[in-house]
């Protein structure tokens, strides 16, 4: 398989995955602001969209990390500025889009999220994602969100936190690393076997991306619904 056709090939998909992230964070960084009222959401996902795309040349420490010495680059040297413009206009897009369906479970599902409680989460949560970028550590700034929602749902008083939605997340988190892996190393041996074999890892990851998409259509979570408590699932009665 022709290296240009390869390399063509991972950055599409990377700006995909960028693209991705960027709705992930859009629930990161705003589904407090978005619960507690004060800022309207499509106003909040604007603000998110332009700080992701400012915040990709901040810092790239945990980019220098993961790449140092491999994507033709030297030892402990930064991605290039295309490489970081381009994911950083992914990113941002990906943000505007907004990761609606995320932000309602964050925002709404987790616990009655009241003001302060969204000032102490993003305040805990920006400590850490901050003091993680500077060391060059690679976290889930999804993770540190959510938990940073749990715990200031927990931190007040007559709260109401929905543990068995803390459950359901430490599941597929848990699950989340084996299935990548096992994806990935089914992939990579798949793309490995040449041109045809990548064509069907693309097809698969597009159908089964149409997929999820055609499925959240069913119940869409939109701007204009972000806010509102989804109904709780019926209970069946014992026999």
């Not at 033709?72 to 369906?101: C, D, E, H, K, Q």
């Amino acid at each position: 398989m022709d290296l240009s056709l390869i390399v063509v090939v991972v950055i599409v998909t990377a700006l995909a995955f960028d693209f991705t992230n960027g709705f992930h964070d859009t629930a990161n960084a705003m589904a407090t602001s978005i619960a507690t009222k004060a800022l309207k959401p499509r106003t909040a996902v604007i603000i998110a969209g332009v700080l992701n795309l400012i915040g990709a040349f901040l810092s790239v420490e945990v980019a220098k990390t993961i790449s140092s010495g491999l994507g033709a680059l030297p030892a402990n040297a930064g991605p290039p500025f295309w490489v970081v413009l381009s994911a950083g206009l992914a990113i941002a897009l990906g943000t505007y889009m907004g990761g609606w369906r995320i932000i309602q479970t964050l925002g709404k599902r987790v616990s009655e999220i009241q003001t302060p409680q969204g000032f102490a989460a993003e305040s805990a949560g920006a400590a850490v994602i901050l003091t993680s970028s500077h060391l060059g550590l690679a976290l889930s700034t999804t993770q540190v969100a959510t938990g940073a929602i749990f715990g200031a749902g927990a931190g007040r008083r007559l709260a109401s936190v929905q543990w068995s939605v803390a459950d359901q997340m430490a599941v597929a988190w848990l699950l989340t690393l084996p299935a990548a892996a096992v994806v990935g190393a089914v992939a990579a041996w798949l793309a490995g076997t040449g041109t045809v074999g990548t064509i069907i890892v693309a097809l698969v990851l597009v159908g089964l991306a149409s997929g999820i998409y055609a499925a959240a259509r069913r119940r869409p979570v939109t701007a204009d619904n972000v806010n509102d408590v989804p109904a709780p699932k019926p209970v069946v009665a014992a026999a």
